[in-house]
């Protein structure tokens, strides 16, 4: 029986043909980069974290998986604490180890890959208090896995988790775990907004972007949501030609970030694994470049430290760690 498949806004495909994939391999031989720089970490504030069911924070472990802590719910975005990825090691310690997380109420997980979607790391962080939601697609794949509280949602679904109204949004990607499961299940980013109350100190709406390449639904989600963080990717983006309609180079990160109107952009996705030819200072020093042409002003982005938190109050003023 045939398996069905996922597709981007109209039909982008990221397919690549083997003559590609080894015009890449050649291009990688030739290269010589500086890999010295290395993401500075920061003492993760455990005792505060442990405690803390009131403020919204965002603290950086790494890749694109952060620790949320939202309307009084522990939150982990694609989570993954594995030393390597393939035969690339992890390039920095992960910003809070895996045995000092605090319990988890919710895992969210923008698409199946293994970068995004690393079961062991899932199963030390699942409970039975824990809610993990999925793409469309994958939920059955989690249930076998013995995640038995899971929720699968498609574009632009909404659902409500506690206090929480979480939306599923496009973004322009794949997937693929092995041979035969390409695109049998969707990928996307989520919104977090409070559900709306008497108060007039609601928390700060917040967008995880995923993963993505540069697309019109940027846009589209802009205009239909009120945003104030962006957790926006700005990693393995090169070569360029190859990556151009899954991953965002730093300058339409840029573009994205300009797009969804978000007040702050936090960026991910670069400087702990090696998965494109890219280097994290490459990607910082691109992403400031963009910042500077588009005359965005220096403190609406907040570059984190491997495991610094910001805290993010009602009136959306951001503190430092």
């Known amino acids: 029986m045939a398996k069905f498949r996922y597709n981007n806004l109209d039909n982008v495909s990221t397919d690549k043909t083997l003559k590609e994939f080894r015009k890449w391999r050649e291009e990688r031989r030739r290269k010589k980069k500086d890999y010295s720089y290395v993401v500075p970490s920061t003492p993760p504030r455990l005792a505060y974290l442990a405690e803390n069911r009131l403020e919204t924070t965002i603290t950086w472990i790494g890749h694109s998986t952060f620790f949320l802590q939202y309307e009084g719910m522990n939150i982990i975005t694609d989570p993954i604490w594995a030393r390597r990825l393939g035969f690339e090691k992890r390039l920095g310690q992960p910003g ?39 793409p469309v697609g994958l939920k059955r794949k989690m249930l076998r896995k013995g995640f038995r509280n899971c929720i699968e949602m498609e574009w632009w679904q909404e659902n409500t988790l506690g206090k929480i109204k979480l939306t599923f949004v496009p973004t322009q990607h794949w997937t693929r775990r092995t041979p035969w499961d390409t695109n049998t299940s969707h990928w996307g ?35 239909r949501y009120k945003l104030h ?30 797009d969804v109107g978000a007040e702050t952009m936090i960026p991910m996705h670069y400087g702990t694994y090696r998965l494109a030819d890219d280097t994290a200072r490459e990607a910082l020093d691109r992403m400031e470049s963009a910042r500077l ?11 984190l430290s491997y495991g610094e938190t910001l805290i993010i109050q009602p009136e959306n003023r951001i503190t430092g760690q």
């Open 189 to 223: 980013g989520y919104i977090l907004q409070p559900i709306e109350s008497d108060s007039d100190k609601l928390s700060p709406n917040l967008y995880f972007a995923g993963d993505s390449g540069y697309f019109p639904g940027f846009k589209e989600i802009g205009s």
């Open 229 to 258: 963080v962006a957790l926006m990717p700005i990693g393995a983006y090169e070569p360029e030609w190859f990556m151009t309609s899954q991953h965002v180079t730093p300058e339409e990160a840029i573009q994205a970030f300009v």
């Open 96 to 134: 809070i180890p895996l045995s000092e997380v605090p319990p988890i109420d919710l895992i969210l997980i923008s698409h199946s890959h293994y970068d995004h979607l690393h079961m062991a790391s899932i199963r030390k962080l699942y409970r039975a208090g824990t809610t993990l939601v999925v």
């Open 293 to 303: 042409k588009q005359g965005i002003s220096e403190e609406r982005i907040r570059t």
